[in-house]
Each structure stands twice: as structure tokens, then as C-alpha cells.
């Protein structure tokens, strides 16, 4: 118990200085404009680090994060390693000023450490057998492709918003919200779905159908446990479409109603639970999230008729607008970012009470973790990251008022994005993207492509140089003991 209560501390440690070391992808533009002065900045974003709290409720990256190592191979040993590289290479990167990945830190960490452990205790084995390579990969994907959303969303933003006919300028803005609205629902049923399968045990039953003829072949209560998965997952499949179409008319029953309807559908000697169900669905709903982004593109539609239409627009007057919206685009770009890195935390957190035998399953995590993870990274923006600001403020280009508001709104939109699928991207990356992109529609030129290439290495070099700590401190730590 006293080790685990140590990794907690160091997991909350670590949130914290993700916090003040990633402080300025939140307001670094904010600052740069002159918006705000440094010190408002940081309270302003540390405010929205943590409202991100009551915003996501399903905790999806929380969850590919303590799912990154196969379940055999963690131990609390594992995960005191990955957070001491972790922790390390966040300190060097930050006092160098360099705008490195927390995200990719963490995880590579995890995982370094992870194999390191199974290597030391049976040389041989595929990396398949240890880390989930399906996560694994999906994070490396994305430090490409987060950054790249990132610049043609702002690219996208930046241009419509350059527009001079009021009218086309509005049509593009409300049919991208439908767009948006259309894919956030996507990914909320998509969310259900799956929420219904893991109260069916549709893992449990794969898991058994997949040992069953290594293991449990030729014993006869094995071969009734693999009678029964098959008969359950025909089941599943049978009743999935069903499933699929009660969860449409979710909004008109809420998570109660859709529970109860779901488990009409079963027979009832495969009844779900369902309290377990209706939890589910209500954390898997995202339209506190969707109603949010709608009113925050009604205000400024509002915002661009005012100043066309209702007073004379010179050039004081746009540019203090974009600077009144800058405030919303920082605080949608602070959400996001405490909405992702937090849950990184949580995932880590997770796995170490599953590896202590305090919980069953990392998705059954108890609620003092998330306001635990958001409280910490809150404090640790409210400490700032100057080092960092510079280089992401003014270095990569130099950016106006407009330009903040286009950036800040991309990213906001990529990490909301990337959070309903439940992949755990950088949010450095993503701003970066989004300031390169803003630069980029002015002309190439104005991109210092040089700062841009080194930032991408430090990227590249982040999950090898932690798995590699890692492996290094669990080493230390096995000699030690």
C-alpha cells in the first residue's frame, strides 16, 4: 500500500508539471496578442483546466493509456519507472524550452518500462505480448496526423474567416457546425455501443473463446464455458443492429430510457445490469460538449454581424473583437487541453490500483482520481511554463489576434475530436499544427521552418528516449531491491 500511495503521488507530481510545462500551448498565443497579460493567462487557463472536469464524463483516453501494456505485465514497479523517466525527460525538455510531448512521454515510459520488465523475466517474447501495438500505434499515427488536423482546421478557420461577404462567411460557418454536430454524434453512439457491450462481457467472452483451444480443450467444464461464450456472442450478434437502432433515439429517452429499452431486447437469462448500463450511456453522452461548441460559433457569428452591420467596421474595432474572442478560443483550447492530458494521468493512476488488486478493472477507477488529475493539472498551468512561451508564442510565427483565435480554435476542435475516439494525442502537437497553419495561409515564408523541423524531431525522439529512461530506472530499481 505504501508503494502505490508513492506512485499516486508521483502520477499527481507528474500532472502537475504537465501542467506548467504545457501551460503554454494554452496561452502562448493569448499572451503574444497582448490579450492578456501573463499572470491573467495562466489563471484563465488553469480555470478551464479543471471546468474540463464536469465536460468529460467517459474518460475514453484515460483508459487506451492503462490499457497501453498488457494486463500481465503491469506491476507497480513498471509504473513507478514510467513516471520517473516520464517526469524526467518533462523537466529537461521544459528547462531547455523545448515544447516536447507530455502525452508521448507518459506512454512511451509505460511501455519502456513494461518491456523492460517482461524481457528481464521472459527473454523472447513478442512485443504483441506486451503492449497493445492496436494503441501503440494509433498514438505514434497520431503524432503526425494531430498536428497536420490541426494546421488545415486552422487553415480552414483562417480562411473563412478572412471572408468579406458577411452572408457566405455565416453559410460556411453553420454548415461546418452540422458537420460537426453529425460527427459528435457518431462518435457519442459509437461510445454506447461499446458501453453495451462491456456491461454483456463481450471481452470476457472473446477472451474465453480465444484460450479455449489452448488451455481448456478436451475438459468438460472447459468445453461447456466455450459452449456458452459461443452461444453469447451469437447472441450479441444477432441483437447488435437492434442495439444499434435504440440508440438512435437516444436524445428523446436519455440513458435511463435507452438502458431500459436495450435490456428488453435481451432474453432474460442474459439480463444486463441495468444501473451498470445506464451509467454507461450517461457518461458516453456528449452534448454538453456539442452544445458547447455550437454556442461558441453563434457568438462569433454574432460577433462578425455586430461589427459588420450594426457599427462601422475600421480596423481598432476588428481587431479588438478578435481579441474578445480570443478569450473564448483560449478557453475552449484549455478545456480540450486539461480534458486530454488529464486523463492521461487517470489512466496511469488506474492501472496502478488494478496492479495493487484495488480494482478490478481500469475502467472501474474511483471518482476522487479524475478530480484528483484535474486539480493537479490546473495547479501546475497556474505555475506557467514561460520557457516554453517564447518558442510557441513567437518563434514558429508570429501571430495577431485573428490568427490566436483561428489557431486556438482548431485545437480546441482537434482535441475534442481526438477525445471522443479515446486517443491520447499531444496537445503541443496539436497547437503547433494549428499556429503553423494560421502562418502558412498568409504565405509559406512566414513559417520559421527551421524551429518547425527541430520541434518535430523532439517529437520523433520523445517515446524512445522515455521507454529507454524507463527501462534504465527499472533496471535501477530491480538492483536496489
Known sequence: MTFLLVIIVLALVFDYINGFHDAANSIATVVSTKVLTPLQAVIWAAFFNFIAFFIFKDHAVANTIGKTVQAEF????????GLIAA?????????????????????GGFAGAALANA?????????????????????????????????????FITLVTIQHNLVYKTGIIVASCMLTWFAFDYFEQAKMVEATEKVYGLEKIKATLSRGSQSVAGSESGSEDILDAEQRLAVWRELKPQVKEAIRGYDEVGSEGLSLQVMQLFPESLQLDGQKLSKAYSKADNSVMVWG??????????????????????????????????????????VGHGGNDAQKVMGIIAAAMYANGDIEDIKNMPDWVPLACY??????????????IKTMGTKITKVTPL????????????LFMTEQMGIPVSTTHTITGSIIGVGATKRLSAVRW??????????????????????????????LS
Request: glycine residues 8%; aromatic residues 14%.
Open 74 to 81: 503491469i506491476t507497480l514497479e513498471v509504473i513507478f519507472s
Open 87 to 107: 517526469i524526467t525527460w518533462n523537466l529537461l525538455t521544459w528547462w531547455y524550452g523545448i515544447p516536447s510531448s507530455s502525452s508521448h512521454t507518459l506512454i
Open 119 to 155: 524481457f528481464w523475466n521472459q527473454p523472447g517474447l513478442d512485443f504483441d505480448a506486451i503492449v497493445a501495438m492496436d494503441k501503440i500505434s494509433k498514438t505514434l499515427f497520431f503524432i503526425f496526423l494531430a498536428p497536420l488536423i490541426g494546421m488545415l482546421i486552422s487553415a
Open 293 to 334: 461548441i455550437m454556442v461558441v460559433a453563434f457568438l462569433f457569428v454574432l460577433a462578425f454581424w455586430y461589427v459588420e452591420k450594426f457599427t462601422t467596421p475600421t480596423a481598432y474595432r476588428v481587431g479588438d473583437m478578435f481579441k474578445k474572442l480570443q478569450l473564448l478560443s483560449s478557453a475552449a483550447f484549455s
Open 375 to 388: 486539480t493537479a493539472i490546473g495547479l501546475g498551468t497556474l505555475s506557467g511554463g514561460w520557457k516554453i
Open 403 to 414: 490568427e490566436g483565435v483561428c489557431a486556438e480554435t482548431s485545437g480546441a476542435l482537434t
Open 450 to 479: 527551421g524551429v518547425t523541423i527541430q520541434l518535430l524531431w523532439a517529437w520523433i525522439l520523445t517515446i524512445p528516449i522515455s521507454a529507454l529512461l524507463a527501462g534504465l530506472v527499472l533496471m535501477l530499481v530491480r538492483s
